[in-house]
């Protein structure tokens, strides 16, 4: 059981490149998110999907695009890159109900130069 | 609006000394309370949740927090820090009702000084 994973690691784009970072959790949950951190300020949703087929907007949603591919997959895509997107970017998930927690994966640490 | 305060940007604290880390919300229902930890470069821990019931509430590594509704508060405690315990801790709330995002204060670094 890996939980949550997200690839890659670390990348560095230049401005105007594409790319898609993804992640999968294994854990059978419903819903699954897209965070940013910046030093400062703390973690900020980019999206998140609430179930499978939907996908809504978060506090931070400008220049990134979603793909909530099937239950397990949740992609955050950037058409452009900006140096203002250069940031630590985190999914996380969880199962709807009781319990509340999510669960975060390790982390893409990205670079727009 | 929904927020998270966590007003101490940085606290340092000597080894076996105590801690409290402030945690302070304002949401519009009774919310889900939880604590993550964040060693340099890892991911968010959790250390400890709220979500009804006694207001104290126990977390791994030996911290604890306590529910305040009358303060809005969420504090964090520790009676006695070890070096291993610095990292950024952060604060988050959420909704009793699937498929809403966490509301995360900006955090505060701990640092231990032998």
């Known amino acids: 059981n890996a939980g949550v994973t997200q690839t890659p690691k670390f990348q560095v784009l230049k401005t105007g490149q594409s790319m898609t970072l993804q992640c999968a959790q294994d854990?059978?949950?419903?819903?699954m998110y897209w965070y940013r951190q910046d030093p400062g300020m703390g973690l900020r949703l980019i999206y998140y999907s609430a179930s499978e087929g939907t996908t809504d907007k978060g506090e931070v949603p400008n220049g990134y695009n979603v793909s909530r591919l099937n239950k397990r997959e949740f992609s955050l895509r950037l058409e452009s890159a900006a140096p203002s997107q250069t940031s630590v970017y985190f999914c996380?998930?969880?199962?709807?109900?009781?319990?509340?927690?999510?669960?975060f994966g390790p982390g893409t640490r990205l670079t727009v130069t | 609006a929904q927020s998270v305060t966590q007003p101490d940007i940085h606290i340092t604290v000597s080894e076996g000394a105590s801690l409290e880390l402030r945690c302070n919300y304002s949401y519009g229902a009774t919310p889900y309370l939880f604590w993550y930890v964040q060693s340099p470069g890892q991911g968010l821990q959790l250390l400890l949740k709220y979500f009804s019931g006694d207001t104290l509430v126990q977390g791994i590594k030996g911290f604890e927090a306590e529910f305040k509704r009358s303060q809005s508060s969420f504090n964090l405690r520790k009676p006695s820090v070890h070096w291993s315990d610095a990292a950024e801790y952060f604060c988050?709330?959420?909704?009793?009702?699937?498929?809403?995002?966490?509301?995360f204060g900006k955090g505060t670094t701990l640092s231990v000084s032998s």
């Open positions: 996380a998930s969880h199962l709807s109900g009781e319990s509340y927690e999510q669960y």
């Open positions: 854990m059978n949950h419903n819903s």
């Open positions: 988050a709330v959420g909704a009793r009702q699937a498929g809403t995002a966490l509301i």
